[in-house]
């Protein structure tokens, strides 16, 4: 039996997983039109459910699940070691899934519920309306990890995107530089937007005309693109959403014989380990990703435990620092 299906379940009638697991553990502690509805459906869709899902509502496995896009990142492999350290000091076990094809998603969230988790810390901030779909009835604490939800039902820990991006920029309009061009990727990435939105705040602040691009976060694939940006006319500072897209650009802009700092200047938004291993070292925006996934896993223990299960879940704040180096004067 896939067990995804138990998302039908659930969702033909309009209620949690948990109390479908309910209805199928302990019918008389749910309301009988609400027990009838589900009966019903789980009749018409033949559904029969496994050990997995009768147990949902009362099972506790001190496992989480980690559900991220991929895992080629940098970045990912750094948070889940902050994920992990932190598991281990409160005695959790993890369990890694992979949301790497959209089309997949109900299938993959059936099998995360299916696994009988406590909680689920998701990275995944490209967040498609199947997910927000599927979050509604996850019957566990969901918490975004270097991600900002769309709904105030779901608490996250991050740092301050907005701030930071408004930060970098006005310090290079202070020094001087009128041409700001920041580059996001095509995907929509929610923390991508705030760092659009500190940008474009700190350009207008200095009536500054902005120069966004968008490009692919494949440096297989965005190196003719980067390339056609450096024919038009190469700006003085250039703001990269990711490491690996501005060592990219940087290692094009000096094959192409122009200088850096010196005629251009680079800056990434995360300093993973690439950005001192590159040549001129890179100058970033430290997102402390370790500290990140260290205090998420923290703060889900407490969203586990239900001592806060009527207050509104928390979005907190990490702090940041930007890093100076070669790519910059």
């Avoid at 899934?97 to 810390?121: R, Y």
Wanted: net charge positive; with cysteine.
């Amino acid at each position: 039996m896939n067990q995804a299906k138990i998302y039908d379940i659930a969702g033909a009638a309009g209620v949690s997983l948990a109390t479908v697991s309910r209805v199928l553990n302990h019918p008389e502690k749910v309301k009988e039109s609400t027990r009838n509805k589900v009966l019903r459906i789980i009749k018409e869709k033949g559904y029969k459910p496994n050990a997995n899902a009768r147990g949902l509502a009362s099972r506790r496995s001190t496992t989480v699940a980690i559900v991220v896009p991929r895992i080629s990142q940098a970045s990912v492999a750094e948070m889940i070691q902050g994920i992990d350290d932190s598991a281990k000091k409160f005695g959790y076990t993890l369990r890694l899934f992979i949301n790497s094809n959209p089309k997949q998603e109900q299938e993959l969230w059936g099998e995360v519920i299916a696994s009988s988790v406590d909680g689920i810390l998701l990275m995944n901030d490209e967040m498609t309306q199947e997910t927000a779909k599927l979050l509604q009835y996850t019957p566990v604490p969901v918490l975004f990890v270097n991600a900002i939800p769309k709904s105030d039902k779901y608490g996250s820990v991050c740092i301050d995107y907005q701030e930071s991006a408004y930060k970098i920029t006005k310090k290079m309009i202070e020094r001087g530089y009128k041409s700001i061009m920041f580059v996001g990727t095509e995907h929509k990435y929610t923390v991508n937007d705030y760092k659009l939105n500190g940008y474009v705040k700190a350009m207008e602040e200095a009536h500054l005309p902005t120069n966004i691009v968008f490009s692919s976060g494949d440096v297989s694939i965005n190196e003719k693109h980067f390339t056609q940006i450096m024919e038009n006319k190469l700006p003085e500072v250039a703001l990269f959403v990711r490491d690996s897209m501005a060592i990219s650009f940087m290692n094009i802009a000096v094959k192409k014989g122009h200088r850096v700092p010196e005629e251009l200047q680079i800056i990434g938004f995360q300093n993973t380990k690439y950005a001192e291993l590159s040549n001129p070292k890179l100058t970033c925006v430290e997102t402390p990703i370790y500290e990140i996934g260290n205090r998420a896993m923290a703060y889900l223990t407490e969203l586990m435990r239900e001592t806060n299960a009527q207050e509104k879940p928390k979005h907190i704040l990490v702090d940041y620092k930007v890093i100076w180096r070669e790519s910059t004067k």
